[in-house]
């Protein structure tokens, strides 16, 4: 038993050993290997064939035909030199078919391989460029699709240092199917102009620059954008679209961009709305449905009909659309006074379904088929509301808390305070002492060091004492997926939500998360305030992209000053209780000065998935009004 196994061994050893001289050897093996199943076969075939000659050398050259003829070795019979010129001329056939057969298959490999890397040239016109890779990419590529869904074609190139079968199956696992807008992956470092170039940017319509995941992503915009002047060259180029972390470099990236590009600053603008969100709860839910391209966004559109009359006149001259400003020399003005004429170069800034949505219906009750809209007898008078001090409790701490601070000190009531509680490895006092700098006496800003995600150090701020409560997760670390700095978040939550099962009261909670579908697992009511910071960044984006007017819209719309998004009790414009339509409600916040664009019902706030927000409803549309229902408007502060 030992020795046959020695000796198979050893012919293995043998065997191997063979195959390592090299091509000739794999040759004369598989030469081998086909003839002990061919020849065997032909003689079995020749033998048993009634037709087959009857003597034994007439039966040999029958084998030897038949094997010839399945092996290509042409099979001649006769003269030994004979059949050694036929079996030359067969081997000669086959060096030249395998040959040509090789040539092919290794063109073909070399093609799909470079087709599977994404280097051949989009030949696109129109099209819309996605420079980079992120969480953003997402959100970004699916409101392009969707921004696309009435356009006949449609493309969207994206070009990210990443393999490109990789790109195109979580772009597909992730968005689904795209309708008629195809996705185009091309793979190669953005910060390429050669590689750059194979996307066609000076054919496309929009060019849009996401930053990468890593703390350090603001010097890769810039360069990006520069390799993006670079690979244009002369050309004038499409609307650019880019955004930094860092207001450090948002300088340097608009002037990379050039004239026709837009540079966000996505921390600030993070910041302002965790802000504006924690003075008026809800107003995330409003922002996620404007900057959705999947309800109503804001258009551009004018009819001359309208020159020479006021502003307030055009509030109730759409039926189906919501006027909030004026396009004026290539500036918007959001709210402007009631009493300001259109001018014949005037553009209305509108939100409404679509581009084609906004047509003139007047329902003021000039007219004869919108006679009745507006009821007058149940507009609520006027009262101003006098601003109180509030008191923000702010769990956690990262990049972006610095500015949440100042934006809270800026606009601060006097008497307002706010308190701080995270680890010390994540800030000292001195740093949140620092970020309120400049705002006292209004404003008192105290730290707490602690352990957010222990109740029994939550338990000790009389937590159901502050207006709102903001939960911030760390920055992400070098090597870490950015959405484990929400793990920390929702065992934060969890601890809130018990604390709300011991008080008995709803905490007003405003979370910023990093990853979406982390949404779904958050402990806190299905209406509350959540900031998904890239998320929102990607829908500002792929806003822009469409219409550069906006970014001075949203430019107001978050700042300090100016016309802000507010969600205001109803009953400050309609009686409680009574039944009006929306025109009713229009026309009570146009008397305030204001531009009621929607409402939010306090019956349905916790139900998905609008939470009872309606943006830009019928102005025909009637409903009872109750005490707790609030109105969406675009008013200043």
């Given at each position: 038993m030992e020795q046959r196994a020695s000796l198979k061994g050893r012919a293995r050893y043998w065997f191997d050993t063979t195959l390592t001289r090299g091509t000739s050897a794999l040759v004369g093996w598989l030469a081998l290997g086909c003839l002990a199943l061919v020849l065997p076969a032909s003689a079995v075939l020749v033998w048993t064939d009634p037709h087959a000659p009857a003597s034994r050398s007439g039966r040999l050259a029958a084998i030897w035909r038949l094997t010839g003829e399945t092996l290509r070795l042409g099979g001649a019979t006769g003269p030994l030199l004979r059949v050694l010129m036929s079996v030359l001329l067969a081997l000669v056939?086959?060096?030249?078919?395998?040959?040509?057969?090789?040539?092919?298959?290794?063109?073909?490999?070399?093609?799909?391989?470079?087709?599977?890397?994404?280097?051949?040239?989009?030949?696109?016109?129109?099209?819309?460029?996605?420079?980079?890779?992120?969480?953003?990419?997402?959100?970004?590529?699916?409101?392009?699709?969707?921004?696309?869904?009435?356009?006949?074609?449609?493309?969207?190139?994206?070009?990210?240092?990443?393999?490109?079968?990789?790109?195109?199956?979580?772009?597909?696992?992730?968005?689904?199917?795209?309708?008629?807008?195809?996705?185009?992956?091309?793979?190669?470092?953005?910060?390429?102009?050669?590689?750059?170039?194979?996307?066609?940017?000076?054919?496309?319509?929009?060019?849009?620059?996401?930053?990468?995941?890593?703390?350090?992503?603001?010097?890769?915009?810039?360069?990006?954008?520069?390799?993006?002047?670079?690979?244009?060259?002369?050309?004038?180029?499409?609307?650019?679209?880019?955004?930094?972390?860092?207001?450090?470099?948002?300088?340097?990236?608009?002037?990379?961009?050039?004239?026709?590009?837009?540079?966000?600053?996505?921390?600030?603008?993070?910041?302002?709305?965790?802000?504006?969100?924690?003075?008026?709860?809800?107003?995330?839910?409003?922002?996620?449905?404007?900057?959705?391209?999947?309800?109503?966004?804001?258009?551009?559109?004018f009819d001359p009909a309208l020159t020479s009359r006021s502003f307030g006149d055009t509030l109730l001259a759409y039926a189906t659309s919501s006027v909030v400003g004026l396009l004026r020399d290539g500036r918007p003005l959001l709210n402007p006074p009631p009493q300001t004429l259109i001018k014949p170069d005037d553009r209305l800034i509108v939100i409404t379904r679509d581009d084609d949505t906004a047509r003139l219906d007047d329902c003021s009750g000039l007219v004869d088929d919108c006679s009745g809209l507006v009821d007058e007898s149940v507009m609520t008078p006027w009262?101003?509301?006098?601003?109180?001090?509030?008191?923000?409790?702010?769990?956690?701490?990262?990049?972006r808390a610095s500015l949440i601070v100042d934006q809270m000190g800026r606009s601060a009531v006097p008497g307002s305070a706010i308190a701080v509680v995270a680890d010390r490895n994540e800030v000292t006092a001195e740093q949140v002492r620092d970020a309120g700098t400049g705002f006292a006496p209004r404003l008192t800003i105290t730290f707490r060091p602690g352990d957010v995600t222990r109740p029994e150090t939550l338990r000790c701020l009389e937590i159901d004492s502050y207006d709102s409560v903001v939960v911030l997760g760390p920055d992400p670390v070098p090597g870490q997926r950015p959405d484990e700095a929400d793990n920390r978040t929702l065992i934060t939550l969890l601890v809130l939500h018990l604390l709300e099962q011991e008080t008995g009261r709803e905490l007003p909670v405003v979370t910023e998360m990093i990853d979406d579908r982390n949404r779904a697992l958050a402990p806190i009511s299905p209406g509350a305030d959540v900031i998904i910071s890239g998320k929102l960044i990607g829908l500002l984006l792929a806003q822009i992209s469409q219409n550069r007017h906006l970014a001075a819209v949203f430019e107001e719309l978050f700042s300090l000053t100016g016309s802000q998004i507010h969600l205001r009790p109803a009953a400050s414009y309609v009686l409680p209780g009574s039944e009006s339509s929306f025109a009713t409600v229009v026309a009570a916040a146009r008397q305030r000065g204001e531009c009621a664009i929607g409402y939010r019902r306090h019956d349905r706030a916790t139900a998905a998935p609008d939470h009872g927000v309606r943006i830009n409803p019928d102005k025909n549309e009637r409903r009872h009004w109750t005490e707790r229902d609030e109105v969406v408007v675009i008013a200043q502060d």
């Open positions: 056939a086959l060096v030249y078919v395998s040959t040509l057969v090789g040539l092919i298959t290794t063109g073909l490999t070399e093609r799909l391989t470079a087709l599977r890397r994404g280097r051949s040239t989009v030949i696109e016109q129109g099209h819309s460029v996605v420079l980079g890779w992120s969480e953003q990419v997402f959100t970004v590529v699916s409101e392009l699709v969707a921004a696309n869904a009435n356009q006949r074609y449609g493309a969207v190139a994206v070009l990210a240092d990443r393999n490109k079968t990789t790109m195109e199956e979580a772009l597909s696992s992730k968005m689904g199917p795209t309708g008629r807008t195809r996705l185009i992956c091309r793979s190669g470092p953005p910060t390429d102009p050669a590689l750059l170039a194979l996307t066609n940017p000076g054919a496309a319509s929009a060019v849009l620059v996401l930053p990468h995941d890593d703390p350090s992503a603001d010097p890769e915009v810039v360069k990006t954008l520069l390799a993006l002047r670079s690979a244009l060259g002369a050309q004038e180029g499409p609307p650019v679209v880019a955004a930094v972390r860092d207001d450090r470099y948002r300088l340097a990236a608009s002037l990379a961009a050039g004239t026709r590009g837009i540079v966000l600053e996505s921390d600030a603008i993070t910041a302002r709305l965790i802000v504006q969100s924690a003075r008026r709860p809800g107003l995330s839910l409003v922002y996620r449905d404007l900057l959705d391209f999947a309800g109503d966004e804001f258009y551009l559109t009262k101003p509301a006098n601003a109180r001090p509030e008191r923000v409790l702010i769990l956690g701490w990262n990049r």
